[in-house]
């Protein structure tokens, strides 16, 4: 039934929700033709899990577009599969989809089209298009054939329309058992397409379903189920993402053979490929159940209830989903481009506040014995808010401790013996005393007052820098839940071995600090911006009680960390020593055998890598790297400059440029960050692969020419005609028939082998994941889908 309790829409400023696309295109074509006249959509979750991220953008699209068009949306729950759906998934879907603004004009089940559905397969007996076959799976499989051979006919494919007509009801009785008989579509066994290959419609299945109970011992195939639901609700445009291009082929046959015109048609776009996370229903359930995560709503992981508890807000998250963009060609993406959308969302509306996560005391002197109270902003001055709060400032403070260096090093512009800073919202201060305990450990600083600074700076003083601080007396203690990526690779699917063992270990560390006691009587809900450290919110399970918890929803970027940049890159030698610039070895070690590479660097060095991973999502090692090797530092920002994104720059410059530097002694001056930014930018839109990337990248260094200059005159080109790809994996089945066995019993890693077989075969020139694709269809010959 329509929901008259409908969320009001997100406020866009009176602009369409979809940037004009590909898919915007179709719906104007069909709109100026007549092929349609209004706009129906629908997203269709199986409920047999979370959402994630990747349904964000789905959502987005379904429901923006019916927004735009002035059409209708349904949320339709795919629910034709008992074994594993659940009225817990329901709900959880109908609060994500309202979470993140949108609402529904009818919720549908596909459970309630199941009498609909079973008249409809029917009718396909009755035209002698669907026929009961009696093969065993395993028999179905042996029949289907292969990439370049045609199906063999099932024996039961000519049955009479009546004796299929009996079967098929004495199947809706529940008379045989399991796997007895099944209803296949009577198609063409010998179509190029082998979805066409006369597709299982229904099966057998004694399970009880969440709402039909046990009044159905039969179910529809989602090849069946999706275009014909899609059909009865009047949909016009049924978007899917590109894995189901192939299965376009039946959802056509099926509104074909069933229904009139104006039928519903299909049409694909690239899915969410996010690096550093998984998105795979499998990987989720494995994370959650393995306990890696604290469960499906921990902030570290992809899923919308992950988002939520994690404080991001839902315009961020629509924000990023139309950033993404809607396009046909598969690519990674980077989650500095979520962080983006994250920061952009909260900085005019989160207020300042100050915290400390590792507190140093600092006792002033010359201040009042009660202290004085200020009064700080809580938004800057390029912000579009205005507000402040009562910030107590007494004898006693807490700053954070690397604020604080007893001998600090060259480039450290914070406190230190003798040396004066300001206070933010405050005073400026002069360090005159420190106190040590026995082991040389800072306890104590003691610092002097400038009272005559407050808004000025006192004449003939130099001010180091401005820190944040917390009023010892009045400050609040909290817990501090500093989150980060979950995983320490990129792409986490193209690892190797089991895809937890790149869990990164940091990817949440807990810290106990203190927070302004301004906050005490702030909305529970409310993000702050802690001045220098990040965007925080109440973690909405275990700090909404008397205890302070925190989460941290995204960190700053680091200007500190540019500045260190800058300094390494015109002070120090890439080389020097033999070693890795701002790596000392320890004792009987070679450098960069530490378990974290940054944690070996100096301490000017370290702020630069945990910015390169923290803000740009680079691993750990090649952060390490390139933040300790001005040549590399400045190759990163030279290609960020030119447009690539820092996880595919930083790989390129991580390993090749640097076996370069290392072989060399120095990166070919034709080796610029817009050379790398073109190398990357061709291997994302599928131009070249890796491989072939390599090659150019070698032309690079050996002055042959820019990128795409290299690419012309060797005629560099991927390998994208599939059906020479079909022969390369039919050739590597057929040679390795032991290995193939292997996978087929399950040890679907070997995959990776065969993919490698064919790549090998096509001299690196294929597309990895075209490949990949016509590896599992080769492998699959014979078997039922």
């Avoid at 994370?287 to 469960?295: D, I, N, P, W």
């Avoid at 700053?556 to 890439?574: F, G, H, Q, V, Y």
């Amino acid at each position: 039934m329509p929901h008259s309790d409908r969320a009001a829409p997100p406020d866009l400023g009176g602009e369409r929700i979809v940037p004009r696309n590909f898919v915007t295109d179709v719906v104007d074509a069909d709109l100026r033709t007549s092929r349609v006249t209004n706009v129906t959509t629908r997203f269709p979750p199986e409920p047999n899990g979370y959402l994630h991220i990747g349904h964000a953008k789905a959502i987005t699209l379904d429901f923006g577009l019916a927004r735009d068009y002035g059409g209708r949306v349904n949320l339709r729950m795919d629910d034709t599969n008992p074994t594993t759906e659940d009225p817990e998934f329901v709900e959880a879907i109908q609060e994500d989809v309202r979470w993140l603004g949108f609402e529904w004009d009818e919720l549908r089940y596909a459970s309630d089209y199941f009498d609909h559905l079973y008249a409809l397969a029917r009718r396909l007996i009755g035209d002698e298009r669907a026929y009961v076959d009696s093969q065993s799976e395993a028999e179905i499989r042996a029949r289907r054939g292969t990439i370049t051979e045609a199906g063999r006919p099932s024996p039961h494919r000519d049955r009479g329309v009546d004796e299929n007509l009996d079967l098929f009801e004495r199947m809706r009785t529940g008379e045989f058992p399991d796997g007895a008989h099944v209803l296949r579509a009577r198609i063409d066994m010998a179509s190029p397409n082998m979805v066409m290959r006369d597709p299982v419609l229904y099966r057998i299945k004694h399970a009880h379903h969440y709402r039909t109970g046990d009044a159905w011992p039969i179910y529809p195939l989602y090849d069946f189920a999706h275009p014909l639901s899609d059909a009865i609700e009047g949909v016009t445009h049924s978007l899917c993402s590109l894995e189901f291009e192939n299965n376009r082929a039946i959802y056509d046959w099926l509104v074909e053979a069933l229904f009139p015109r104006p039928r519903p048609r299909q049409y694909e776009f690239a899915r969410l490929f996010l690096d550093y996370t998984v998105l795979s229903k499998r990987k989720l359930i494995a994370l959650v159940h393995g306990g890696h995560v604290a469960g499906w709503d921990d902030p570290r992981m992809p899923t919308i209830a992950g988002l939520r508890r994690g404080g991001i807000p839902a315009e961020a998250v629509r924000d990023f989903a139309l950033r993404i963009g809607v396009t046909r060609t598969n690519s990674r993406t980077d989650p500095a481009l979520l962080d983006a959308s994250v920061r952009d969302a909260l900085n005019p509306v989160a207020p300042r506040v100050m915290a400390v996560l590792d507190p140093l005391e600092v006792e002033l002197r010359g201040l009042e014995e009660v202290g004085v109270v200020l009064d700080a902003p809580s938004f800057p001055d390029d912000v579009d808010a205005s507000g402040s709060r009562r910030v107590a400032l007494g004898t006693r403070i807490l700053i954070e401790r690397d604020d604080f260096e007893l001998d600090p090093p060259p480039g450290f512009k914070r406190l230190a013996p003798g040396r004066s800073v300001r206070l933010r919202h405050a005073f400026v201060v002069t360090c005159e005393e420190v106190v040590q305990d026995e082991a040389g450990r800072v306890e104590r600083v003691v610092a002097r007052v400038h009272r005559d600074s407050l808004g000025t700076a006192p004449d003939g003083l130099r001010v180091w820098a401005a820190i944040h601080w917390v009023d010892a007396a009045t400050a609040l203690p909290a817990e501090f839940r500093l989150y980060g990526r979950l995983f320490a690779v990129a792409d986490v699917d193209d690892a190797e071995g089991e895809f937890t063992d790149h869990l990164a270990p940091d990817s949440l560390r807990v810290v106990h600090g203190v927070v302004e006691g301004s906050v005490a009587d702030d909305p529970a809900d409310t993000r702050y911006q802690f001045e220098r450290l990040g965007y925080f919110w109440r973690d909405p399970i275990d700090g909404r009680g008397e205890a302070l918890v925190f989460d941290r929803i995204v960190p700053l970027k680091d200007a500190r960390a540019r500045s260190a940049a800058k300094r390494e890159r015109a002070t120090r030698d890439a080389a020097a020593h033999g070693t890795i610039l701002g790596v000392t070895a320890h004792a009987g070690e070679a450098p960069g055998s530490d378990p974290d590479p940054i944690e070996r660097l100096d301490r000017d060095t370290r702020p630069v890598a945990e910015a390169l991973t923290r803000d740009h999502g680079l691993a750990r090692g090649d952060a390490a790297l390139i933040a300790a090797t001005p040549t590399l530092l400045e190759l990163l920002h030279g290609a960020l400059r030119a447009g690539a994104t820092a996880s595919a720059a930083g790989t390129w410059i991580a390993n090749d440029v640097q076996r370069a530097l290392k072989e060399l002694g120095s990166v070919p001056p034709t080796v610029t960050g817009a050379a790398i930014a073109e190398i990357a930018a061709l291997v994302a839109e599928g131009s070249l692969t890796t491989a072939l990337a390599r090659e150019v990248l070698q032309g690079v260094m050996a002055g042959g020419g820019t990128p795409s200059e290299i690419v012309a005159e060797r005629g560099l080109r991927v390998e994208g005609d599939e059906r020479v790809l079909a022969r390369h994996a039919a050739e590597a089945v057929a040679a390795h028939p032991s290995e193939r066995d292997a996978y087929r019993s399950g040890k679907v890693g070997l995959l990776g082998f065969f993919v490698g077989q064919v790549m090998r075969a096509t001299g690196g020139r294929a597309d990895p994941a075209t490949v990949r694709r016509v590896v599992e269809g080769a492998l699959e010959e014979g078997t039922a889908s």
